[in-house]
């Protein structure tokens, strides 16, 4: 799942809007793995991690980019989560389920689904909660 966008005319800190975004993911728990930036390009990939969030979580792991000037750049959000593929997600399940001794495949497939709703529904939810922080962080709305 990905979401892209670009702005123009903004005159957004990049600097500033990277540092927010890194700060809202914090907060939603996530562990940055990488956080590199160079003259226009900011990257960060951040992931949750624990057995808890590996069974039951909506999303395992994200990857942002913020590339351009503060006049002229994109956003790009890319969202991974436990149910993307259902097959892979479902098996996994079987695993987890049979070394728990509990039910198998449908479980794992149900609860793969149910993840991926999850992860579409925080995706919708965070990417709304960028575009607010690049309007807010505007000098030229």
């Known amino acids: 799942m990905t979401k ?8 957004v800190e990049i600097p500033r809007l990277y540092a927010s975004i890194k700060k809202m993911l914090e ?6 793995i990488k956080d590199e930036a160079t003259e226009s390009v900011y990257h960060l990939k951040a992931e949750r991690t624990g057995v808890t969030q590996i069974v039951i979580g909506a999303v395992r792991d994200l990857e942002l980019v913020i590339a351009g000037e503060p006049d002229a750049f994109a956003v790009v959000l890319s969202v991974g989560s436990w149910g993307k593929n259902i097959s892979f997600s479902g098996t996994a399940g079987y695993v987890v389920a049979s070394v728990a001794g509990g ?11 149910g993840s991926y709703v999850r992860a579409i529904t925080f995706e919708n939810d965070l990417w709304k909660r960028i575009l607010n922080e690049v309007n807010k962080l505007a000098k030229n709305p």
């Not at 892209?4 to 005159?11: L, W």
């Not at 039910?103 to 689904?113: K, L």
């Open 103 to 113: 039910p198998a495949m449908a479980f794992g497939t149900i609860a793969a689904t």
């Open 4 to 11: 892209a966008e670009t702005f123009k005319g903004k005159g």
């Open 27 to 32: 907060n939603d728990r996530f562990r940055v």
